[in-house]
């Protein structure tokens, strides 16, 4: 069965830390990756994306992702976090047909000063 | 580019009433377009899929006759809660998928900003 899962549910990092937020899938074949950022209250952006080739992909807001086949994991990461990447981050596999997407639980993410 | 909305962004019913939202793509023709469901502090769930004049798709589960999704346009779709109660509170999100000439990758979803629905 195809699934996402985001091992935590919830991470403090202080301001200016690095960090990383793990994403494992189970799907068939190689799936569409992506991750995307929600505030409260708001519907979800898109951070990066991975369809094919180099496997280190960059996003929006000095993200990056890296897609490794071997550990079926996509882990977002991010040098130095500022406050207002506090949010819930969403790691999602999408079926390149239809499109579907299934996502993971969801990551808290909290900034301490 | 590749914008979305939905409306309104917040509504408050009755409990037996029947609310429509509306997803539009603002700025592409979308092929297709997702309803999803989203519970407080929980990830978001997939109701639907919509394509342009045909009938949706619901998802194991989801009641089709509660939830009505019309798919008019290849920029408007909408979903309506039908005999809305309470356990219909939640958030709904429309998403919209490229594809043709000119637009945006079949590949990527684009998401609109949500509808908080709280049924009283």
């Known amino acids: 069965a195809q699934s996402v899962t985001q091992p935590d549910i919830h991470i403090t990092v202080s301001e200016g830390a690095s960090l990383e937020l793990r994403c494992n899938y189970s799907?068939?074949?190689?799936?569409?990756l992506f991750w995307y950022v929600q505030s409260p209250g708001q519907g979800l952006q898109l951070l990066l994306k991975?369809?094919?080739?180099?496997?280190l992909v960059q996003g929006i807001k000095g993200f990056e992702a890296e897609f490794k086949r071997s550990q079926s994991s996509f882990n977002l990461r991010k040098p130095s976090v500022h406050w207002s990447d506090a949010a819930e981050y969403f790691c999602?596999?999408?079926?390149?047909?239809?499109?579907?997407?299934?996502f993971g639980q969801g990551t808290t993410l909290q900034v301490k000063p | 580019g590749a914008v979305v909305s939905q409306h309104p962004s917040w509504v408050i019913c009755k409990s037996g009433t029947s609310v429509k939202i509306e997803c539009r793509s603002l700025?592409?023709?979308?092929?297709?377009m997702f309803w999803y469901r989203q519970f407080p502090k929980q990830s978001l769930m997939l109701m639907a899929t919509?394509?342009?004049?045909?009938?949706?798709?619901?998802e194991q589960g989801v009641e089709k006759d509660k939830f009505l999704i019309n798919h008019a346009s290849l920029t408007l779709s909408t979903l309506t809660v039908t005999s809305a109660h309470p356990e219909d509170s939640s958030f709904y999100i429309c998403?919209?998928?490229?594809?043709?000439?000119?637009?945006?990758?079949?590949?990527?979803?684009?998401f609109g900003p949500g509808t908080r629905l709280t049924v009283l």
């Open positions: 700025d592409f023709q979308a092929t297709t």
């Open positions: 919509s394509n342009e004049g045909s009938k949706a798709t619901y």
């Open positions: 998403s919209a998928r490229g594809g043709l000439a000119g637009g945006p990758s079949l590949n990527e979803q684009f």
């Open positions: 991975y369809f094919s080739g180099d496997t």
């Open positions: 999602a596999v999408g079926a390149p047909f239809t499109g579907k997407l299934i």
């Open positions: 799907y068939g074949a190689t799936p569409y």
